[in-house]
């Protein structure tokens, strides 16, 4: 058991580390407003799809994960 605790704290600040440094430095990083992000704005309704966002986000998370694996 003490090895998930361990796991989940090391996890824990992975992403509290990831989460400040995306916090930082968003308006840098050009994700969400990719060619292929769809944004309708209109008088009463807005409606925003980051669709090659979603898509390059997968295959970098993918890459890692299958390197990870090897």
């Known amino acids: 058991m003490q090895e ?3 796991l989940l704290v090391g996890a824990g600040i992975v992403l509290a580390v990831v989460g ?5 430095w968003s308006d840098r990083i050009p994700l969400g407003r990719l060619p292929g992000d769809f944004y309708v ?3 009463n309704m807005t ?3 980051p669709l090659t ?3 390059l986000l997968s295959a970098v998370l993918t890459l890692i994960l299958w ?3 090897r």
Request: aromatic fraction near 30%.
């Open 47 to 49: 409606f925003y799809f």
């Open 41 to 43: 704005q209109k008088p």
């Open 67 to 69: 390197l990870l694996r």
């Open 4 to 6: 998930i605790g361990k």
């Open 53 to 55: 966002t979603c898509l």
């Open 20 to 24: 400040f440094f995306l916090w930082k």
